[in-house]
């Protein structure tokens, strides 16, 4: 069974300082992973998925195998990231996407 | 509009009522998601359609949810006896599928739906 596991319901850091979500991931076969992101009032969406490779609106995540992890990094937070950021995955595309249940980030001013 | 639009953006209903919940998708997408998000959940998987054929269903909890595209463009998931358990935020998606072309799949809203 695929499963996806955000161990942090809540997590509040100051402005400027570096933020990580923490995602885990069970899945036999070569999984595709997501990171979406829903902000107050709005529609889910994507914000980066690993085979992009890209750096979105400063973050950036890593897939590493070995430890099943798709951490999400950003270097110096802003007040606009904060939102509910939900990691995922897929056997490959947007087919049959499995959630987790999502982190709330706060930034505080 | 130009995004993912679903009707009505609430609904309550009494337990044991049929409730239809409409999406429409981006035009041209080809392919059409249903997502039920329970509160505190992440979302979870219900049917993907591609074109006007089901591809995969097997998220659907039961045999009282059931959903349609007839003409590959506007999908209805519907509900059978509805019962408190349903209340949740039903949310569709869609985006362009061609054989390995695949654009990224956008959200809408969603429903709120309230079983009471």
């Known amino acids: 069974a695929q499963r996806v596991t955000q161990p942090e319901k809540l997590l509040s850091v100051f402005k400027g300082a570096p933020v990580e979500l923490k995602c885990n991931y069970s899945?036999?076969?070569?999984?595709?992973l997501f990171w979406y992101v829903q902000y107050s009032r709005q529609r889910l969406q994507l914000l980066l998925r690993h085979i992009s490779r890209e750096s979105i609106k400063g973050f950036t995540a890593d897939l590493n195998k070995g430890e099943t992890s798709f951490h999400l990094k950003k270097p110096f937070a802003q007040e606009e990231d904060s939102a509910m950021y939900y990691c995922?995955?897929?056997?490959?595309?947007?087919?049959?996407?499995?959630f987790g249940t999502g982190t709330k980030l706060q930034v505080i001013p | 509009g130009a995004g993912v639009s679903q009707t009505p953006s609430n609904k309550v209903t009494e337990k044991g009522k049929y409730v239809e919940l409409r999406c429409d998708p981006i035009s041209g997408h080809t392919a059409l998601y249903w997502y039920r998000q329970s509160l505190g959940q992440g979302p979870e998987f219900l049917i993907y359609?591609?074109?006007?054929?089901?591809?995969?269903d097997s998220g659907l909890p039961n045999d009282r949810f059931f959903a349609v595209r007839p003409e590959g463009s506007v999908s209805t998931l519907k509900i059978q006896r509805t019962e408190r358990g349903d209340s949740a935020v039903y949310l569709c998606?869609?985006?362009?599928?061609?054989?390995?072309?695949?654009?990224?799949?956008?959200f809408g809203q969603g429903t709120r739906l309230t079983v009471v």
């Open positions: 995922a995955l897929s056997g490959g595309g947007y087919q049959k996407v499995t």
């Open positions: 359609f591609q074109g006007t054929g089901a591809a995969d």
């Open positions: 899945y036999s076969g070569s999984p595709e």
């Open positions: 998606a869609s985006s362009f599928r061609l054989g390995g072309v695949e654009t990224e799949a956008f």
